[in-house]
């Protein structure tokens, strides 16, 4: 057997489909970015147009197959409709990647029903919403793959974690139940945990060189993420090679969280 024989049987997505929220930036892109090379055909799903098309393009320039779905992941009628519409363009996922998220930051002493309310739409009512669409499914036909991406402030106070903090502590449950559910039936739900990755959700404060600075000295790496940290892990999680890892939060953080 070849080592290319041997990695493909381990990794390889080739006849795979896939859904990718949030898939036009930062993480979520480098995320279809790498499904769509280890071989899947993926839709990625967001609000903007002009994004998603370019994203699609570049994939398909380098000789993948991807299509873009656009829609507003903070209604349930938007979620839905999404969810039927990417379905249709390469059938019934096999991989599901909720990487859509918003980080508001008011004030915890300012923070309103209206940042509450979205910020658990999106980061976490459309994952779930998402999950009951495909799930089920995937269970059915023996094989399935849910990642959702939370991060550091599932698990500490950061940054005015506010309702944002609350919602990623809530998806890593949520991929527990998920994982609980339908693990029997070959379908693995894990979550991705980031630290601080330098992407347009963060332009605040990776406009300020002395915060990025100290962030990084916080690394064990000694640097702050990028998105492209996050492909090989979610090749893995979205391959065979982690039919018996499920349920799990896995940091993908330099080592921030145990510095
Ligand atoms: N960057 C970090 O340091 C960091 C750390 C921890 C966790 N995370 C998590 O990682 C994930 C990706 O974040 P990122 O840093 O890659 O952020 P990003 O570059 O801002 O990307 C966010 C994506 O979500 C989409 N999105 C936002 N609101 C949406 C809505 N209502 N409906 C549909 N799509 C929506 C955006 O597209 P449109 O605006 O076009 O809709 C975009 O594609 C998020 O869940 C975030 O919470 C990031």
Redesign the pocket.
Known sequence: MTSQTYLSELFSLDDRTAVV??????????IAGALARAGASVV?????EA??AATVDELTADGCRAAWV?????TRG?VRA?AEQAAGVFGEPDILV??????LRPPMSELGDEVWD?TM???LE?PHLLGQRFGPGMAERGFGRIIH?????AHRAFVQSGA?GVS?GALEALARSQAEAWSPHGVTCNTL??????????ARLSSDPDKVAALAARTMVGR??L?EDFAGAAVFLAGRASAYVTGQAIFVDGGFSVH
Do not use: C, H, W
């Open positions: 929220t949030g898939g036009s930036s930062g993480i979520g892109k480098a990625i799903v967001a609000r903007k994004e998603l656009s829609a507003d992941l903070s938007g999404a909720n990487s859509a998220g918003i980080n979205t739409a999106v980061n459309a991406i939370t991060s550091q402030q944002y990623k945990v980031p630290g601080f990755v330098m992407t347009p959700l963060n702050n993420g998105a």
